[in-house]
Nanobody
């Protein structure tokens, strides 16, 4: 069982930066692939970025070059650094952990980008 708690959401101006954090419980954190998803009002949840247990990363085209995902396996943390933010980045951001058939979600944190 893995519990995920996101933090760092809030209001940011367009062009600004924000860092989201995800604290994970469990002793096997390093074996999980971790990801960030987001869901805008009235839209489906979509993947933003993910990082494998080995550190390989993938990004949605819409955030490439602006967002960076990272993990700290000692602190059981995952981060999403968001730069040059745009109003279309406004959404609830969710942390995700997956391994084999296991899939866990955090409660989400709201990020609002004002123009």
């Amino acid at each position: 069982q893995v519990q995920l708690v996101e933090s760092g959401g809030g209001l940011v101006q367009a062009g600004g930066s924000r860092r989201l954090s995800c604290a994970a419980s469990g002793r096997t954190f390093s074996s999980y692939a971790m990801g960030w998803f987001r869901q805008a009002l009235g839209k489906q949840r979509e993947p933003v970025a993910d990082i494998s247990s080995g550190g390989s990363t993938n990004y949605a085209d819409s955030v490439k070059g602006r967002f960076t995902i990272s993990r700290d396996n000692v602190k059981n943390m995952v981060y999403l650094q968001m730069n040059n933010m745009k109003p279309e980045d406004t959404a609830v951001y969710y942390c995700n952990a997956r391994r084999a058939l296991s899939n866990y979600w955090g409660q989400g944190t709201q990020v609002t980008v004002s123009s």
